[in-house]
Nanobody, 131 residues
Framework: QVQLVESGGGSVQAGGSLSLSCVAS???????????LGWFRQAPGKEREGVAT???????NRAGSVWGRFTISENSAKNILYLQMNSLKPDDTGMYYC??????????????????????WGQGTQVTVSS
């Protein structure tokens, strides 16, 4: 059973920093599969949006709204996904979700916010940024 468990959310003032983590368990990719990981967020009354992704090729992709402020990284040996968030703004407030896609290697075209199609989601961790 695949599980994604996020942590690290909280309340900060604008300009502050938070570091999110997501521990993934219960999955494996064999010779013929690969994976993509991502962070998404959803603000009250808004649709869920992609924040950042990273594929098994370790190539990160970020949304323009977080460029230069957020960094996605992965410890593949420990199956942990990170999101370092600096210079936080009130617009960054929302529930942040970790996501995993497992894809056949023959279909792999790299990973980006536009192409990731998550198969699994975490329960989310709340981030609140006050002005």
């Amino acid at each position: 059973q695949v599980q994604l468990v996020e942590s690290g959310g909280g309340s900060v003032q604008a300009g502050g920093s938070l570091s999110l983590s997501c521990v993934a368990s219960g999955y494996s990719v064999g010779t013929f599969s690969t994976y993509s990981l991502g962070w998404f967020r959803q603000a009250p009354g808004k649709e869920r949006e992609g924040v950042a992704t990273i594929g098994s090729d370790d190539n990160p992709n970020r949304a323009g709204s977080v460029w230069g402020r957020f960094t996605i990284s992965e410890n593949s040996a420990k199956n942990i996904l990170y999101l370092q968030m600096n210079s936080l703004k009130p617009d960054d407030t929302g529930m942040y979700y970790c996501a995993l896609e497992i894809i056949p290697r023959r279909q792999w075209r790299g990973c980006s916010i536009a192409t990731i199609r998550p198969d699994y989601w975490g329960q989310g961790t709340q981030v609140t940024v006050s002005s």
